[in-house]
């Protein structure tokens, strides 16, 4: 990996680590940003965290530290919201909460698809919590994602989009009951749903043409 760009990949040794200590916390059923939201120090955790995540991937773990300095500093950033606050998480283009014993992958099935609910970027934070918290009650779909405040170059502009995945884009019932709840829960304006088919075969909304799949 030595010739990778050294903030790419400082910025890959961060999202490995993270992804590490989320796994870790939900291993017991603890989440990450209940732990951030709630002010609750973890630092013991984090710590026996980055010292397995040094010694599996030390050219990674040397990345962080001559980025940071140290464990104590990236340890601070995700107390102060990056990875689980979309306006603080400046090291990941997204952040990712998938319902409780649904497989990692599962949004990469061909037959999944997703509500795409976009936001103006001071109101993704809030959008965000009422999302992700419906998703881990196993109210709405599979999984859900959100962009964060990281400069996207795939961004047309700095419009936020959330992710309400589902499981299987022909069964409608689901898909609608996906929709019902959003609505509930405060997204009432008419928004489009995305197959993973298209999604695959890089089709975008253009003028003219229609790539949403459902529309509520």
Request: no cysteine; net charge negative; glycine share 6%.
């Amino acid at each position: 990996m030595s010739d990778v760009d050294p903030g790419t990949l400082t910025d890959a040794a961060f999202g490995l680590l993270f992804h590490q200590i989320t796994k870790d916390l939900q291993s017991e059923r603890i989440l990450l940003y209940s732990l951030v939201e709630g002010r609750i120090d973890f630092r013991e955790r984090f710590n026996a965290v980055f010292s397995r995540f040094q010694a599996d991937y030390p050219e990674l773990g040397d990345a962080l530290i001559q980025r940071y300095g140290g464990p104590d500093l990236v340890y601070e950033l995700i107390r102060q919201g990056e990875g689980t606050i979309p306006s603080r998480t400046t090291t990941m283009y997204w952040i990712v909460l998938d319902a409780p014993s649904v497989h990692p992958e599962a949004i990469e099935e061909e037959l999944a698809g997703k509500w795409l609910i976009f936001l103006p970027p001071e109101n993704a934070d809030e959008a965000w919590v009422k999302v992700r918290n419906a998703t881990w009650n196993n109210e709405l779909g599979i999984s859900t994602k959100v962009s964060t405040a990281r400069p996207n170059p795939d961004s047309r502009d700095t419009t936020r989009v959330i992710y309400v995945y589902t499981r299987d884009w022909r069964d409608e019932a689901d898909v609608m009951r996906v929709r019902e709840r959003l609505r509930e829960i405060g997204f009432v304006d008419r928004i489009g749903y995305k197959r993973n088919i298209e999604t695959f075969k890089g089709e975008y909304s253009q003028k003219g043409k229609r790539v949403t799949f459902y529309s509520a």
